[in-house]
């Protein structure tokens, strides 16, 4: 069974030399003075132990209504013969219609490994 280990989101990153990740600027909160609202960041998500013969991973994110309004998805293909480890850094832009709790899951196989919340609030100006 597929070990899920994080998702993250953050406005960059970078990977070193030993194939590790910088990731600069994580958050999980959106501040907006109106709605919709375009926020660009990278999604990053780490699963271990992978399956081998069915490796798709899909990334949902839901709407605080419950719609799923985008997907991402992605076959890797392992390098190393004895390694199934998955990381990905993925860039995306969501477009937020309105504040509130937005999900995101990461699934294989028909199955929700994990999930993170994404808060947007309405700030009022001043």
């Known amino acids: 069974m597929p070990a899920f280990q994080s998702l993250l989101l953050c406005q960059y990153a970078n990977q070193t030399a030993d194939g590790m990740y910088n990731l600069l600027s994580v958050f999980d909160e959106v501040v907006s003075l109106a709605y919709p609202v375009t926020t660009p960041m990278l999604v990053y998500v780490r699963i271990l132990d992978l399956d081998a013969d069915n490796p798709a991973v899909e990334v949902r994110f839901i709407d605080p209504k419950g719609n799923n309004f985008a ?3 992605f076959t890797p293909q392992f390098l190393q013969q004895d390694s ?10 969501l477009v937020l219609g309105e504040a509130g709790d937005y999900l995101i899951e990461v699934w294989t ?4 490994l994990g999930k993170a919340r994404l808060r ?3 700030r009022s100006g001043s």
């Open 84 to 93: 199934t480890d998955f990381v990905m850094v993925a860039p995306v832009t």
């Open 109 to 112: 196989a028909g199955v929700q």
């Open 120 to 122: 947007a609030f309405h």
């Open 71 to 73: 997907t991402m998805g």
